[in-house]
């Protein structure tokens, strides 16, 4: 028979698995490569909200080998920048979106 804690942490571990097959971590939060973009005037102190578009990644998963990456649609949306540097155009930053659906980075 099984008790509830038991039967309760297999459901945490099930959601644990399900999340890292969805790209989730345990607790909802998701992280995307992305380039920061213009879409306007650009922000020029950190604190904002800046433009930003997903990267796709291609290339061996090998130790060593190049890395090539591209926008993987022309879909634009805004995270908040968390840092104290304002980045450059086209700088390449891990976006990741909290359980809430907030979406930050930090350069």
Do not use: W
């Amino acid at each position: 028979m099984i008790d509830g804690r038991e039967g309760s942490n297999r459901d945490i571990d099930l959601r644990a698995e399900m999340g890292r097959l969805l790209g989730r971590d345990a607790d909802g939060t998701t992280a995307v490569v992305c380039k920061t973009v213009a879409v306007g005037t650009y922000p020029t102190v950190a604190g904002k909200y800046f433009a930003v578009r997903e990267q796709t990644l291609f290339g061996d998963e090998t130790e060593g080998a190049v890395v090539t990456l591209a926008d993987r649609s022309t879909n634009t949306f805004f995270a908040v920048h968390l840092g104290a540097t304002v980045p450059p155009v086209g700088t390449q930053v891990l976006v990741v979106t909290t359980p809430e659906g907030r979406r930050t980075f930090r350069y």
